[in-house]
């Protein structure tokens, strides 16, 4: 239930316009073009099977994946609250 004067939709209208953005984020991310032959990090070869799969890859997967390990904050605070406004 929303307080004030927020619809008593708000809070679900929060959530998907969060799920939203996260998907459009993910999806911005996904790469796309021609794959690169070797790592751009670690200088590996990039295996053909992964290039197939993945078109536009530019990491091998290990590098990938402690790349994924990172945390990701999005710059968007939909809560709102009195503290967050004044930062």
């Not at 993910?26 to 993945?54: F, M, N």
């Amino acid at each position: 239930m929303a307080s004030g004067w927020a619809p008593d939709s708000a809070v679900q209208d929060q959530i998907d316009d969060t799920v939203a953005d996260a998907v459009k984020r993910a999806r911005a991310h996904i790469p796309q073009g021609e794959s690169e032959p070797h790592c751009r990090e670690c200088g590996e070869d990039i295996p053909p099977a992964r290039a197939k799969a993945l078109p536009g890859v530019k990491l091998c997967i290990d590098c990938q994946t402690e790349r994924d390990k990172q945390p990701r904050f999005s710059a968007i605070n939909r809560r709102g609250s009195k503290d967050s406004q004044l930062r």
